[in-house]
């Protein structure tokens, strides 16, 4: 199917256009994005899959030797600082990789929907030191590769991720009647049963009970974490014996492997009340905060009949005329107005990286070389400084202040979504704020008006173009067509 | 559209002098060149088209309290006398000490060769680049640090953000800017109400941020501008009583098309506060060795407009100021405002190039030939030793 308009194409269901980039010109063309980028290696972690699970392994045993060390009495806090800078070094560089990500990649659909399923299944750096490093690895391991192909699969390798145990809890729980609770005290944790179901599948007021919560919470316990080897394992000595009810199917463990949860997890996933939930939720994102129920339906109906195929999903979404119409319903989030700014101003790879390099020059080194820098080096070292922090509030910084820190969600629900949430006197303001510095920083010579052209093409309402033609300077030119009504919508 | 030129920073230190690197601003960029020599040149932009005929207002012209009814004083009003004829908007009175020390002066009905369209940018682009036409696409004070004898000493700070137009082009400068974005200008939020006027969500927003203190504070304080224009002065004045010769930077809010008193007074103010901190922070000695010329990329309309403003023009006003001026005059040769006398019966006639101003300013500061300045600097200027700019 030949898109009605390319342009919408870019914005509402990617990270907007890029001077260049050919908007995608077929709904086969979006979807045909998600194969492509299911495979493409992310440029997080920044040591790939292996060496990050190398990197945070190795983290973990040193934060435990020195913890055990500190409780002989012989704390070091060296080992501990260097370790803590170390972690907010790689969540620095893996941050910022997230942002070149989808600066940089032509798959803007598959970069959105990336960015919707790590939302959806939401895990925080902010967690512990070692989730500076798990984070990221999770998306890349869990999430890109599997938001293409059925439910089932993505869930699974969401849920059974240590990210998402350490996240919730899931690593302390252990059944009330397990063998570790019976031996030292510990008890059940339903923190990622309640939001498995809740968040992750069923979806909230969908009829499930407490006593459905505690049901999952006991199907999941032997799930915990080999921080060690930093991999999923199941602990017979964590688990409480079968066999539970939940929503009408008795989990009895029959074979004893701990595989109860798997069936669980495929029973979640199967169940209509999650397919509802999931549909609705992507057409709230990319459509409208009023989810025309047509369209879900539709969505639901090629749910059902590709047993949960998430492309099929997606084709169904995009198929409906709904798709196509009344575009401008939703805000831009932050991390999607700062992605799309940058697209926008089509800064080559490099340079972006060069902010990288800024941020890392400015960190403080308090070594005798520094201590012994003369005049001249303290100058240069305030210059350092000043780069690093411009750098900072260009991009990561620029988020945090815009309340969408990377990978930082402020609860397991995610970021919200609803278009008042992102459209308020402050958000506005540091909008605004941000569009200057870029502006001033990156746009001092450039036309207002064919950087318009470059943002939004015929998205551009008429008036808009006349107001940009018109401004008192081209920097000011600038900001406003960042600034604009339409680079915020979608 | 790409960024690769002049975007990687490079790492090399700067500012041994570290005068003003703890306090100063960094959004708008100061641009320098570094020069042997004493006398310095700085060069002010004010863009958006600043109203020269509400500045240093003509109410000694019969014509002009017909032609602007509610923004025209009379020294009766309020208005500060200078000679008689011209008299200065008490916005600017900050600077009357500098007149009446011989440090400062006026020259009326000058505008850059751009005719006839009246777009801020083109205007601009015009107004830096020197040239006569779209075609240059260096800055004519970049094109200066070329023809300065002795320039042979020249140190340059290899700095970023992003030159402006009038400093770039192929002969070394730096650019420094501070930490602070500082608040926007006041025709720069009109401009703003304009863009959401159709989004009442955007619009609404807009109007609570503006009664926000928070977001107020960050966008649109008063206060924090001030500070941030002054800093920006500073900064360039510690420059230049260091290294530096030649410092150049923008004041934006001059597009007064609505309420044009209210925001003629604030930009009017950020002026002021720039000359007086850029005094206070050269220092007698260098103050007395320097040029200020602030300029703008054309003037507004002779008549007031319906909305209590101005409209683009033609005819400006450029403001020169520093002990090495030909001080406390307005000079230019005034064509008058009746109505046969304004260009396209609308705008005040530009009887002279301000470019031939600047030249005039190299000149004196540099003892550049007027020979090269139009021939490497200001091409199709016409430009000789016996320009009155060069005399008093």
Known sequence: ?490 | MSFDNGFRLSRRGFLAGACCVAASPILTPVSFAAMPGDNRFVTIILRGAMDGLDFVQPYGDPAYAALRPKLGLRPDTGLIDLDGFFGLNPAASALMPLWQAGELSFVHAVSTPYRDQRSHFDGQDMLETGGNGKGERTGWLNRTLAVIPRSNARKAIDINTSMELILSGPNEADSWSSQSNFALAQDEIAFLDRLYAGDPAFAKAMEEAKKTDMSADSLYGDAKRGAGIADMAKLAGGMLREDYRIASFSINGWDTHVGQQGQFKKAVGDLSTAIVALKAALGEDAWKKTVVLAMTEFGRTARENGTNGTDHGTGGLAVLAGGAIPGGKVLGKWPGLSEDKLLDRRDLMPTGDVREVAAAMLSRQFGIEPDTLTAKVFPGLSFDTSSAYLKG
């Open chain 1, 1 to 490: 199917m030949a898109l009605p308009n390319p342009t919408l194409a870019a914005i509402r269901y990617g990270y907007g256009l890029r001077p260049g980039e050919e908007p995608p010109r077929d709904v086969e063309a979006l979807l045909g994005q998600i194969e492509e980028g299911a495979i493409e290696k992310p440029r997080f972690p920044r040591e790939g899959i292996a060496g990050r699970l190398d990197t945070a392994t190795r983290v973990v045993s040193l934060l435990a030797a020195e913890a055990k060390a500190r409780k002989a009495g012989n704390p070091n806090e060296d080992v501990r600082k260097a370790t803590q800078n170390e972690a907010r070094h790689i969540y620095r560089q893996d941050a910022m990789a997230r942002l070149a990500q989808a600066i940089h990649s032509p798959l803007g659909f598959y970069e959105r929907l990336a960015s919707f399923w790590t939302d959806h299944f939401s895990t925080s750096v902010m967690k512990s030191l070692p989730m500076r490093m798990i984070v990221p690895l999770y998306e890349a391991q869990a999430i890109r590769p599997n938001l293409g192909g059925s439910f089932t699969r993505l869930l699974s390798a969401a849920i059974l991720h240590p990210a998402m145990l350490i996240y919730l809890d899931q690593d302390q729980s252990v059944g009330p009647d397990s063998v570790a609770a019976r031996r030292n005290g510990r008890g059940l944790n339903e923190n990622l049963g309640r939001e498995l179901l809740e968040l992750h599948t069923l979806g909230a007021g969908s009829g499930y009970t407490q006593d459905d919560v505690r049901a999952a919470a006991l199907i999941l316990t032997g799930l915990s974490v080999d921080n060690r080897a930093m991999q999923v394992v199941y602990q017979p000595r964590f688990a409480e014996a079968g066999p539970v009810d939940l929503l009408g199917r008795t989990y009895r463990d029959d074979e004893g492997d701990g595989q109860d949860h798997v069936l669980m997890l495929e029973d979640l996933a199967a169940n209509p009340k999650t397919a509802q939930h999931i549909c609705g939720k992507l057409v709230r994102h990319f459509i409208a905060d009023d989810a025309p129920p047509e369209m879900v339906a539709a969505m639901v109906a090629a749910w059902t009949k590709s047993r949960g195929n998430l492309t099929e999903v997606y084709r169904a979404m995009l198929a409906h005329p709904r798709a196509w119409s009344d575009p401008g319903q939703k805000i831009k989030q932050p991390f999607e107005f700062v992605v799309s700014g940058f697209r926008a101003l089509d800064l080559p790879e490099r340079n972006f990286g060069n902010l990288l390099r800024d941020m890392d020059d400015g960190d403080e080194d308090e070594g005798p070389v520094q201590k012994a820098m003369d005049l001249t080096g303290m100058a240069a070292r305030e210059d350092t400084k000043k780069k690093a922090g411009r750098a900072n509030a260009l991009t990561l910084g620029a988020l945090q202040r815009m309340g969408q820190p990377i990978w930082q969600p402020p609860s397991p629900a995610g970021f919200a979504d609803e278009a008042s949430v992102w459209l308020t006197p402050s958000q506005l303001s540091e909008r605004i704020s941000w569009s200057r510095m870029v502006a001033r920083i990156f746009g001092q010579k450039m036309e207002p008006s064919v950087f318009l052209q470059a943002a939004l093409a015929d998205a551009a309402h008429p008036e808009t173009s006349r107001i940009i033609a018109q401004a008192p300077n081209k920097v000011h030119g600038i900001t406003m067509v960042l600034a604009s009504a339409e680079f915020n919508r979608r």
